[in-house]
């Protein structure tokens, strides 16, 4: 378990920032993936497990030849919950480069960049992204194989990740800030404007968590 470091500056072939390997387990709270390069996963390796809560990942490169995962690379099983996946950038799979099985629930991401899947590659043999009350924001999905399962109440500024009725796709007005603390000791997070299109979308029965990733 890894709670409330800054893992940054990091390089190396698989998870600049962490690696996680076949049959291990990594739990982070409440930490900031910051900075780090890679060509699989700048911020995360992941082909264990691994569950990350209350975390930022942000500035990490994978865009050497065939650089994937800027964000986190998935081979195994990721959980990501209250989490913000922000400006990080990859040849595929800004954001998350996934090919096997990713949980987002309650997260942001945000500014990805990369040729294919800004925001989420999906890509392997039947990958699976669930997706529930999560901000996609600038990052955008590329489902190359397997599903993108909508859980419902997220918010998207395009339609690229095939969100069903109870979410929304398409928004122009999600207004997000930069990363800034916002009255946290913790990661960095990105508050929404009080006139964003993600503001109350999601219902108090469909809330999963007690608290935001600032702790409030």
């Known amino acids: 378990t890894i709670t409330g470091l800054t893992l940054t500056g990091g390089n190396a072939t698989d998870g600049g ?8 387990t990594a739990v982070l709270n409440g930490d900031q993936l910051e900075g780090n390069t890679a ?22 490169s994978a865009t050497a030849f065939n650089g994937a995962g800027g964000g986190i690379y998935n081979a195994g099983i990721a959980q990501v919950i209250d989490s913000t996946i922000t ?36 890509f392997g043999n039947v990958p699976q992204v669930s997706l529930i009350n999560t901000i996609l924001d600038s990052a955008g999905c590329l489902n190359a ?33 930069p990363l800034a603390p916002n009255g946290s000791t913790g990661p960095e997070t990105q508050a929404i404007g009080p006139g964003s299109s993600a503001f109350e979308e999601v219902p108090q029965f469909h809330c999963s968590i007690p608290t935001d990733e600032r702790g409030d």
């Open 17 to 24: 920032g962490i690696q996680v390997l076949p049959g291990a």
């Open 39 to 60: 060509t699989l996963g700048a911020g995360a390796y992941n082909a264990g497990t691994l569950q990350m809560t209350g975390d930022t990942l942000n500035d990490n």
């Open 87 to 122: 400006s990080n950038t990859a040849t595929a799979g800004g954001g998350i480069y996934n090919t096997a099985s990713t949980f987002l629930a309650d997260d942001t991401l945000s500014d990805d960049t990369a040729s294919l899947g800004p925001g989420i590659y999906n």
């Open 145 to 177: 194989d397997g599903t993108i399962l909508d859980e419902g109440y997220n918010v998207a500024s395009d339609d690229t990740c095939g969100l069903g009725s109870t979410s929304l796709s398409g928004s122009s007005n999600i207004d997000l800030g």
